[in-house]
């Protein structure tokens, strides 16, 4: 028995370290390529370019209806195979689009007021758009991948991904100076490149070809809804701040926020590399099992997540000055009251993998229609009063207020202490240290055949 959990745990772990790689490395691209946009096109053009990019993603978002989430589901479980899951995203992904298209098109006048482009021609609103296709895509192919658990070409596809974003970003914006149509174009053939890595990885399970299963799109629906609602509402909760700094501050605000948001979540990385590889192993375990497990988890990724805060905490103003240029200094306090969010919502992050591996995802839609909520109040309350100093403290609040529901809701569900989530143990990190040796050990023989 010892020998299986010890087993279990090395697997997991292997698996987290691939996820948590991958995104490292990504991460050094995508904070490469933010940098290299933000110095390029100044405050104001960095705030106009998340905000156009931020638009068609966020309707991605909404469209999605939870989809990728089922597709990983249901090609886990083998309840659908990978052609039937395909053709069914194809197809669902053309007509949102459609639909999505026509509202985008007619909201466009009013669109180009709200985002104040005065500079900005109309062919770059209806070119952003072009987003909103390969993004579904991107999405529910990556949840079929997911389901079929191939984290290794997960993990190389988000390398590939945010390498090819800083290499258009310098090459778009920076030789070709094509400023914030370059910054669109390049959210557009990013996620195309993935896409086509996907079809290639899924070439021997599926044939690209639109499709209409209608008990498949059925069970996908049934599924991706109990979630895709807490899906939406958290991303608002991530992004929607964005919104209403423009309409009170302006551009130039948001791209300072947008750079403290961007620092802030570099953070959560390992929460969610964690709650990534958990949802399957828990839905795939019986739930005394997972009652032991996911605290443990939970604990670790916290605690890690929170010595990291602090060094942000005690570097960022230089990396700020050093990297950003100190135009971008007006970032540094909404950083640093994003942080204590940041950290709180580790817990959340894998405690609603867990309980969605249990089969029970509304908790977390409870959880974020709360803190959408505090988000919404706060930042009316706070924004026109302090601006991004509102928003990083509306946000940090509603980040708590979500944390504070997962593990309340986790107790309920489980019958575990409170003691057993959040406090840290020594065992914990003896066991993960331990861990971390096999896994090492493994990958190396590996390497050497």
């Known amino acids: 028995m010892q020998h299986l959990e010890r087993k279990e745990t090395t697997l997991y772990l292997r698996d987290v370290f691939l996820k948590l790689g991958s995104g490292l490395v990504a991460f050094v691209m995508n904070f490469a390529s933010g940098v290299i946009v933000a110095r390029t096109l100044g405050a104001e053009g960095n705030g106009l370019a998340t905000l156009l990019i931020l638009t068609p993603t966020m309707i991605a978002a909404f469209g999605s209806l939870g989809i990728d989430k089922a597709n990983g589901y249901l090609a886990g479980s083998r309840k659908r195979s990978a052609q039937v899951l395909l053709g069914n995203s194809l197809s669902w992904a053309a007509m949102t689009t459609l639909v999505t298209g026509v509202a985008y098109w007619a909201a466009m006048p009013l669109t180009s007021n709200f985002l104040s482009a005065g500079g900005i021609e109309r062919p770059v609103l209806g070119l952003a758009f072009a987003i909103v296709p390969v993004a579904l895509i991107e999405m529910y192919l990556q949840g079929i991948l997911w389901g079929l658990n191939r984290i290794p070409q997960l993990s190389l596809v988000s390398v590939i991904r945010f390498s090819s974003q800083l290499a258009l970003s310098v090459i778009l914006v920076v030789i070709l100076k094509l400023g914030v149509r370059g910054a669109v174009i390049a959210a557009i053939v990013t996620p195309g490149m993935c896409v086509a890595l996907y079809l290639v990885f899924l070439r021997n399970d599926a044939r690209v070809q639109f499709g209409y299963y209608r008990d498949a799109l059925k069970d996908s629906l049934t599924f991706g809804i109990q979630v895709h609602l807490g899906s939406v509402m958290q991303f608002l909760n991530y992004r929607l701040d964005m919104f209403v700094v423009n309409y ?112 029970k995802p509304y908790y977390g839609t409870l959880a974020s229609l709360l803190s959408i909520a505090v988000t919404v109040g706060l930042d009316l309350v706070l924004i026109p009063r302090w601006g991004i100093i509102g928003a990083a403290t509306a946000s940090s609040l509603a980040y708590i207020t979500n944390a504070a529901a997962a593990v309340v809701f986790y107790l309920k569900v489980t019958g575990n202490r409170l003691g057993d989530v959040l406090l840290i143990q020594k065992s914990d990190v003896e066991a993960s240290v331990n861990a971390g040796r096999r896994v090492m050990l493994a990958m190396r023989r590996s390497f050497h055949g």
């Open 248 to 359: 009170f501050t302006g551009t130039i605000n948001v791209g300072f926020y947008a750079v403290a948001v961007s620092l802030a979540e570099l953070l959560w990385y390992l929460p969610d590399a964690a709650g990534f590889v958990l949802f399957p192993k828990t839905a795939s375990s019986d739930p005394e099992t997972a009652r032991q497990f996911t605290p443990k988890v939970a604990r670790l990724a916290v605690f890690i997540t929170g010595v990291a805060a602090i060094g942000l905490f005690l570097v960022s103003r230089p990396i700020i000055a050093t990297l950003y240029t100190k135009e971008f200094l007006p970032s540094l306090y909404p950083l640093w009251i994003l942080l204590p969010g940041v950290i709180a919502l580790g817990y959340s992050k894998v405690i609603f993998s867990d309980l969605g591996g249990r089969g």
